[in-house]
């Protein structure tokens, strides 16, 4: 359902917006990026975050503008310097080509299971590489859609970073963070770092754990994702 008014946002929330994110402070952290999601609003509300948010040096600013508009995406980031990052909704290699043959993104995003599987996410990524921009694939899904990503990942020059979905984390007792337990017999495991090593196993390199999905599938059902 969308409300009145859905992806305008008041001055006040832009304002608040903006002194949230200066409050973090990683511009006295320098060995924190952190990347910016403003998700979808208004073309004109877009413009002013990234104004707003810009002289923070973000790692990049994520979806500044409406779905699949191109178009809007070349008027809202006219003369900005920022990073700017989109495509996690966007449907096939096309659209990635015209927004870097454009020279509008520094940053794909594109989401295996949106995008056309593996190899058309693999054919995004070489063709932002022809364009000098980086790879963030897109993951909110699944485990199973963070092994396949993980794949794309690990033959790609351009790889910047990988988002997960933290509801499928299990912390272990000494710390460890496991992405994936109950549903794959060896989990990945986050290193101090925040990263995990790609599998040498065949296909994806894991393997699934009925018993696990078993005890994931007796926990209740939540229309809320957390």
Known sequence: VVEPGAGVVTLTTRRLTSDAARSLGWHDAPDV???IDIHNPNPAIGRQLIEALAPLRPLFIEEP????RVDALARIIEGTTATI??????????????ALSSGLLAVVQPDIAHAGGITETKK???????????????????????????QVDACS???L????????????????????????????ALDDEGC???????GLGIELDPKGFEKVMEKPWSAVRG
Not at 65 to 68: G, L, R, T
Not at 196 to 202: E, I, K, T
């Open 161 to 188: 970073v990988q988002e997960h979905n933290e509801v499928n984390d299990t912390r272990r007792d000494d710390g460890t963070t496991l992405i994936g337990a109950g549903f794959f017999k060896d989990p990945y």
């Open 33 to 35: 990026d952190v990347a």
């Open 196 to 202: 995990v090593a790609v599998p040498d196993g065949p």
């Open 85 to 98: 990052a989109a495509g996690e909704r966007w449907m096939g290699k096309w659209i990635f080509f015209d």
């Open 124 to 150: 995004i990524a070489v063709l932002a590489e022809a364009a000098y921009a980086k790879l963030a694939v897109h993951c909110p899904l699944s485990p199973m859609a963070f092994a396949a990503s993980i």
């Open 157 to 159: 020059t351009n790889f």
């Open 65 to 68: 503008m409406p779905v699949e």
